[in-house]
């Protein structure tokens, strides 16, 4: 009986929960390091990422265990960590960082030039990003702790808001993303396509941010419903009205400041009918319409 288990790709539209092995403190390569901490995965979550893989969307290997939305307690700590001990309650972000490289001193942690050699980027159990090991499991490994760990202060309270504290791996932070790199800011007009999950993250952000109105797009009823219901401003790309129609209707005017792509790779067609058609293209082409000139357009890397 393994001492681990996660969750394994095995071929396209098939994943499988199996014994793993047991995370040591090594590289990919397997290379010793001591700036690493083991993890106990207490929650995690599933990524419209990693649905891209399931679906045979990429080159997966059979075996790639998945997840890189992971938040974990600390369990075995290496010699060269200074700032966690055992029991230290943490969130991992999505993406592998050493912090010391330039790319990563410019703050461009997302493109990191030591965790991968295949090319810069590294992520927890993703196709081509590195071979770290993913943490839908029960026990992970992450490298430069110091450096990429967000240690919760309050263990009891944030067990109390656990699972909303599983967001900041990866789906909060990339929805304020969206959000900044769209330019929102106090007073700003911001259209976001996307009810789900990114995409209420970026309402939010742009909430904090100052924005003036905030309008989310999708065609799903009870996404448009729940976006409501938090107090932002909905259009539904079911209906037989354009968007900038529908934007028009809120605002006054068929542009907005900012506008932010929280539905990815996998977007498809806007109007009746639409919504079982493949348009990888539609949502780009819909928010280049409706922004103004000189705005802009955040496109977070999140499905």
Known sequence: M??????????????????????????PRGKKIEHGVIL??????????????????????????????ITG?????GKD??????GDLVSVPFNVACGRCRSCKEQH????????????????????????????AEYVMVPYADFNLLRFPDRDRAMEKITDLTCLSD??????HGAVTAGVGPGTTVYIAGAGPVGLAAAASARLLGAAVIIVGDV????????????????????????????SAILGDAEVDCAIDCVGFEARGHGHGGSQ??????????????TRAAGRIGIPDCT
């Not at 960590?81 to 055992?86: A, D, G, I, S, Y």
Request: hydrophobic letters at 40%; aromatic letters at 4%.
């Open 2 to 27: 393994s001492d681990n288990r996660g969750v394994v790709y095995v071929e396209q539209g098939r994943v499988e929960v199996q014994g793993i092995p047991f995370p040591k403190l090594q590289s």
């Open 40 to 69: 106990k995965v207490v929650t995690t979550n599933i990524c419209g990422s990693d649905q891209h893989m399931v679906r045979g969307r990429t080159t997966a290997a059979s075996g790639l265990v998945l997840g890189h939305e």
């Open 73 to 77: 307690e600390v369990i075995e700590v």
């Open 81 to 86: 960590v200074e700032t966690l001990k055992l």
């Open 109 to 136: 942690t997302g493109v990191c030039l030591s965790v991968n050699p295949s090319r810069a980027g590294g992520a927890y159990g993703y196709v081509d990003m590195g071979g770290w090991i993913g943490g839908q």
């Open 171 to 176: 789906i909060l932070p990339t929805g304020y």
């Open 220 to 247: 799903n009823p009870v996404r448009l419903e729940h976006a409501r219901s938090v107090g932002f401003e909905t259009v539904d790309l079911s209906l037989d009205v354009t968007l900038a129609e529908q934007i």
């Open 277 to 290: 058609i493949e348009a990888p293209a539609t949502v780009l082409n819909s928010l280049m319409e409706i």
